[in-house]
């Protein structure tokens, strides 16, 4: 798949809460105890979403590969023996699907490079209703951001004045700035990416 899963993220900003809250916790006062607890709620609320996000994507993935017959699903056998390592004779049909729906969700990453997911498998997967779902999907990822993006709102919004003006909110406002001027869903799922690898791995609250 094409730069960061979903997948992988989800676990980042759930890692990174926790991570960035304890590393300050001696350092605030208690009239700060409550705002950095609505801040972790805050990051376990994205994680949540990521979470839904990443499930959505398993499940349309799924739901495709399992509707092609016996017979069309087999473009899949000589890569998944590849990648077990196994005998095209010995590669079960669990192989083979758990491979094409691997190969589904990376065409559904908004930021996959067109020559690494599209392949002879292409005809086949329109076939069976690739540009539909993809299209469901896509409207998935727009709802996903708009969410996060309202939750960031409502946070800010309850800071003080003070507050707003402290790292974690100046870079809570860049990024959904960043976000909602983004042209494309790529453009916005990049920035999602390393704006929360920046943020969580890099900046304290």
Known sequence: MAGVSIKYFAALLLVGGVVCINGV??????????????????????????????????????????????????????????????????????TILRNCINRVEDRFDPTANRDDVYGPDEPLLLKYGLADIQKVVEQKYEDFFEEILWQIK???????????????????????????????????????RSFMRYYFLQESV
Request: hydrophobic residues 35%; positive net charge.
């Open 25 to 94: 916790a001696n350092e605030i006062s208690e009239t700060d105890v409550e705002m950095i607890a609505y801040h972790n709620q805050l990051l376990k609320s994205i994680y949540n979403e990521a979470v839904k996000l990443s499930i959505y994507v398993l499940r349309w993935s799924e739901e495709l590969c399992t509707k092609m017959d016996n017979e069309d699903i087999l473009i899949y056998k000589n890569i998944a023996s590849e990648k077990s390592k196994k005998t095209v004779e010995q590669v079960t049909r669990e």
């Open 154 to 192: 409502l946070y800010l919004k309850s800071l003080t004045p003070e507050q707003q003006r402290n790292t974690t909110a100046r870079n809570l406002k860049g990024w959904s700035s960043k976000i909602r001027a983004a042209s494309t869903l790529a453009r916005k799922e990049l920035t999602f």
